[in-house]
Structure formats: C-alpha cells, structure tokens
C-alpha cells in the first residue's frame, strides 16, 4: 500500500510539473489556464478556508462538522486549511485534495506562527524592543524554517498594527507605537518568513495583519468597535501595511474593526482601492475568522448571504470560517449579484501564491519527516533565540549602577514568575510545549549563581488554558514573611513580577495595567526589609508602575523571552550581556493617560501655565513613566558635535559624535526624529525618521550618520495624498524621544 501511494504521489507531481510547475508559460498563463478548466464551484471552493478539524482560536460554527468539510476536499471545494499541524496530518489532507479532487489543486496550510514555531522567539513586542532588524528577521526566518518542516507553508504574521493602548493585550503581538519603527520591522519579519526564494521548501508566504485600524479598538477592549480619522489611517496605521507590501508579503489579513463605519471585512475603501488599487498589491486578502460573518452583528448586513456579497465585492478573497463564500457565492453569481469575473480575479490571487510557494511542482515539498525531526528546537535555534531575547531587554533604571550583580553578593531571588517555564513563552506558543521555556531560576542555576529562592505568593489560581480565563490570586499572602525573612537576609534582592502568559495577546484586555495580583503589595514589603532591590518584569505590554519607578532602585524590562528567557536574563543580571534594548512603546504613570505616545500633535494650551488652563491633569503628570526610545546600558553614552546640512533637492544629512564614556562594551540605539515646524496640516512634535545600532568599546567614539530623502520628510494629508512641504524643520538626535539635541534648518525647495 505504502508503494503505491508513492506511486500515486511521484506521478502527480511528475503530472504538475508537466502541466503547470515547470512549464515555459509565465505564471498568469498557467493561471488563465487552470482557472478555464475550473467550476464555478472549484473557484469558490478556493476562496474557502477551513480550521482544522479542531476548534483552536474562536467559535467553530455548528455547522462546520469534520465529515462535512472532509466531503468538500474531495471536491476540491476547499482552498487552505488552518492549524493543521504535524507532517503527517498535513500529508493527509493534501492527499485528499490532490488525488481525489478533479484538479487536485494544492492546499495552503496557515498557522499563527507568530514568535517561533517550537523554538519560541521573544514575543513581538519584546524582539522589536531590541532595534535589531537581522536578528528580528533572523528570528522569522528560524519560524519559517521549523513550521515548514512541520508542513506549513503559510503564517498568519507578522501583524503590523500599529497601537497606543497597552490596555489592549495584542500589543505583545505587535511591532510598538511608531510607524517608522513597525515599517522597518513589518519589513524585517516578511524578509525572515519569505526568505529570498518563495519557492523553497524552508520558507513561507507571510501575511500583513489587520488591515487596518485593528489597533484602534476603542479602550482598550478586544474587539471592539474602531475609528479612525484619515490623517491617522494614512500616517500611522497604513506606513506599515505599505511597507509589507512593497517587501512582497503574500496575503494580507483584515480586521475586526469598523473603517468609516463600515467593517474592515466588507470596506472596499481599503482592501480595493488602497491595497489592491493605489498599491497594486498582488497577493490575496484573508478574513480574519469569521469575519465576514461578523459583519451581520455588526449590523451592516442583513445576513450571511449578503455578508458574502458585501464582503467578495470589497475584495477580501478568501473566507476564514465564516461559511459565508461556500454557502452563498454560487448562488450570489446566479443572481447576478456579483460578477464571475470578480471571483476569477480573487481566485487567481490564489492560485498565484499557491504557485510561487512552488506547490504545484510538489505538494508536498513541505512534508519531509526528516526535516521535521532534525530541525524543531535545534542547537543553531536556540542559539539565535538566546541572541534576541538578550537583545530585547530593557533596562529601566539603574541607581548606584546596582546592576550587575557584584560577585560575593548574597542573593535572593522572589516572584512566582522566577520560578514559571510556561509564562515566559507568552501568548502564540503554536508548537511549543508547556514548561519549555528557561526559567529565571534556572538561567542563575546556568552561570552558577547562587541565591536563595522564596515565592512569595502564587500569581494566579490554578492552570491557565489558552482558551479560559486566568484567575489571579488576590488573597493568600501565605508566602509573604518567608519571603521578606529570605529578602532581609541577603545583599541584593532581585524581585521577578509581572503578567502571567496568558494575561496579553487576543482577548487579553486590562482596564487595569498595574502589577496584577498581590505582587504590588509583595514588592512594597520586600522594599521595606531591603532597599537593594532588583525587580524583573515579566510582562506582554507595558506596564504602569509610577511607586516601583520612584521607590525601586533598579528595574530591568524582560517581557516574554520565549524559550531561553532566563537564560538571557541571567546573562544581563550578572553583565554577562551588557542591555541595549529600547522600548518600542511609551510606558504610561497611570491608565488614565492612555493613549500617551511620543508622536503627538502640539495644542494650543501645551505649555505649563501660572493659571489652570492649560493642557494637563489635575492629578497627574503629563508626561510617560518611560517614553519611546528609552534604554539605559551598563556603560554611558556620550553625545556632541551634533551637525546638520541640507542641499538643493531638500535631502537632509546628519552626523553625531557618540561615544563610549563607560568601563564596558556597549551598544546603543542612536535615533533620528523630525519636526515639520509649520505645515498645511499640523504634524507631530516629533517623528522618528532613522535608527543605527552601534557596538562601542570603552572610550571608543564613532560618527553616526544619517541621510534624509525627501520622501522622509513628507507626509499624507487624509485625501490619501503625499506632500513634501518646504520651511523650517528641526532635526533631532539623541538617546530617546526625550533626550535629543536639536538643529533647525530650513528647507527652500524639494527640486
Ligand atoms: C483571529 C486573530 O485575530 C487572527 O490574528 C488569527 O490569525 C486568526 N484568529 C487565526 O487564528
């Protein structure tokens, strides 16, 4: 039997090779072609996507019953599957659809690979805090490398939204509050997943995700309703869904947000006339799930048959477990409701990935058991894991450089999280199991730290399942006076908190971003026993935590490192990595400045007054905890002779003198912002525009330079135009948003 199947399977792919891989015509010909040879119904099947036979990540509709859906392989009307995983469950599948479809048109096979497949990468949020575009793409490229040996030749990532709400737990998913930055990393991250050949067997179509607004959810709260002014939509939120598709990513994912009051789903605003149209992009628009459906709740359309309708007209082609295409299409091509021509052009959207991910020569050029077994969670892997993850730290504060550890120290070590293997990995752990990660204990253990280790209090209730809620401990403070007794006892006390897992990523929203749990009133009582206290946060988002900022002497941001996290902070408590991370998202005092970003517009009642009426809080400070950019090292850096020229054709160069005033080797993230002083339209008071990660050697000094083009100095008004408009600018550079010299210049013309 196993003979003949391989029969079966080499004369196929000899079949596809002859017909439609390898032969002389040029891509949209063979596309023209097989689309000629399809059903109406063969078509819709491939704007069909299906979850595995398996709920994962939302409501299974009731109707979507495995036998049902196996029934719709064989007739080849089904275009991609989601979250089957494993070589040979997706070998199954695509048997089906190969040998017992008329056409035997290949399957795509998507996943949420988000920060790793086994071998778990920081999460999103904690790799773009590392500034670092190669270890970021490399970091997606080791993804691509172990998800498509488990068969998968599609991730849903890299989700570019851009957010200025950490209430909101996708932000761990995400590349920060700047669009400058998430272009940069949007691209990185495609670079990583796609590689240079599509067509290999170690790469991936990636996916731009949500498109768009989906940060805008309005509070904070998941899912809820968006809105979104234009100037926003053009500035800020698209820059990075531009940038995706000029790196060539293959499919873009809409949102379950609204667009001028229309569902991202059903808007053909943005998935036609911007992403298609203005940006002739040339991949295919995903659902996100059930979105289409959704549009009907949303109370746009009246059912889900008009759902489909409204939804294949707006261009989104292929249906996420909405039911809505397979059900309705047909019937809605019958009708004359939509045209047959409207599904060819999605359909040979499809048939194109499908093509340049190389499927149509071989189907299974993903499903190599060998590949499967030697290259998960290997040495190579972990080593790149390490790498990013030590580069994703951030240190916060460091008085009395209290960090790193002196050698000799009496250590004790308090948290729940020290001793967590599950919650370092974050949300979107896909192939990765439980208890995986490094723990912060066993990182020490590794360098042959000693310490003295008392929980404290348990962080929450109980297992935590990806799907249930998590129940954070809020009464038993049993652990507390061991705790404080092991604190008191020591030199130096290093305090892991934050947020379990489970506490960010989709459906993760706080109204409440402090230290979760018992954990606030934990570090306040070990500050009292010992005032050299090291706090470790753990956490998906930024945090406000205004009385550790003031009362604790050394706080280091480690977020989810994924599978070697304590390792990496090990390396950096002790100085055996030197931390170079900046935050890639303000991190606010309180909840109630959100959103608080640092490229915001100037009022007109911005400057502190002798009287009450100016822009401010009676009760709070105006400005973050910690502002974008911000990142201290083990060393000092030094600024000077900062210098700024401008030529005819408006391109802007500029230089700075940075250098290494400390005692040890360090890394430093210098940064470029502008300011478009006066404008048609009022632009931020600063705007990230370059960024260079540079390694210097004690005393070492280098010049950094930066090159301006004109098109850097633009921006969009809301009609979705782009201008470039002379006058003065300032250029600024320096260490974080806030910390930055300034030179004025004056550009005449942009010839
Ligand atoms: C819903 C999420 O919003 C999306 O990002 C994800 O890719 C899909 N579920 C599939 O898991």
Known sequence: MASKNYILLLVSSLIYSITLGQSSIGMDNKVTHLLSQMTLEEKIGQMNQYNGFWEVTGPTPKEGNAKEKYEHLKKGWVGSVLNVRGVENVRKLQEIVVNESRLGIPLLFGSDVIHGYKTLAPIPLAESASWDLEAIKNSARIAAIEASATGINWTFAPMVDISRD??????????????????????????????????????????????????????????????????????????????????????????????????????????????????????FVISDWASIKEMTLHGHTVDLKEAAEKAAIAGSDMDMESYAYIKHLKELVQEGKISEKLIDEAVSRILKVKFRLGLFEDPYKYCNETREQN??????????????????????????????????????????????????????????????????????????????????????????????EVIVNTTDKTGFEEAKSVAENSDIVI?????????????????????????????????????????????????????????????????????????????????????????????????????????????????KESHVFWSHYIDEENTPLWPFGYGLSYTEFEYSNMSVKTNNNGEVSASISLKNAGSSTGEEVVQLYIQDIKSSYVRPVKELKGFKKVSLAPGETQVINFSLAKEQLGYYTPEGKFVSETGEFNIMIGTNSQKLSTTKINIASFN
């Open 495 to 607: 305090v892991v908190l934050g947020e379990h897992g489970f506490m960010s990523g989709e459906a993760r929203s706080r109204t409440d971003i402090s230290l979760p749990g018992l954990q606030q009133e934990l570090l306040e009582e070990i500050r009292s026993v010992n005032s050299n206290v090291v706090l470790v946060l753990m956490n998906g988002r930024p945090l406000a935590i205004p009385w550790a900022e003031k009362n604790i002497p050394a706080i280091v941001e480690t977020w989810q490192l994924g599978s070697q996290s304590g390792n990496a902070i090990a390396e950096v408590l002790t100085g055996k990595y030197n931390p170079s991370g900046k935050l890639p998202m303000t991190f606010p005092r309180s909840v109630g400045q959100i959103p608080i970003y640092y490229n915001q517009f100037s009022t007109g009642r911005q400057e």
């Open 166 to 283: 950490p209430r909101w737990g996708r932000v761990m998913e995400g590349g920060g509050e700047d669009p400058f930055l998430g272009s940069a990393i949007a691209k990185a991250r495609i670079n990583g997943f796609q590689g240079s050949d599509l067509s290999a067997n170690n790469t991936i179509a990636a996916t731009a995700k949500h498109f768009a607004g989906y940060g805008w959810s309005e509070s904070g709260r998941e899912y809820n309703t968006t809105s979104v002014d234009d100037y926003t939509l053009y500035n800020v939120i698209l820059p990075p869904f531009k940038a995706a598709v000029d790196s060539d990513v293959q499919t873009v994912m809409n949102s379950f947000g609204l667009y001028n009051g229309i569902p991202a789903t059903g808007s053909s605003k943005l998935q036609r006339d911007i992403l298609k149209d203005r940006w002739n992009f040339e991949g």
């Open 375 to 468: 290259l998960l969670y290997n040495e190579v892997h972990q080593k790149a894991a390490l790498d990013i993850a030590k580069k994703s730290i951030v240190l916060l504060k460091n008085d009395n450089n209290l960090l790193p550890l002196q050698k000799g120290n009496k250590i004790a070590v308090i948290g729940d999280l020290a001793d967590d293997k599950t919650s370092p990995l974050g949300s979107w752990r896909i192939g990765s199991d439980d208890e995986t990660a490094i723990s912060v204990l066993e990182g020490l253990d590794n360098l042959n730290i000693d310490y003295n280790y008392s929980r404290g209090c348990k962080l929450v209730e109980g297992k935590v399942e990806f799907t249930q």
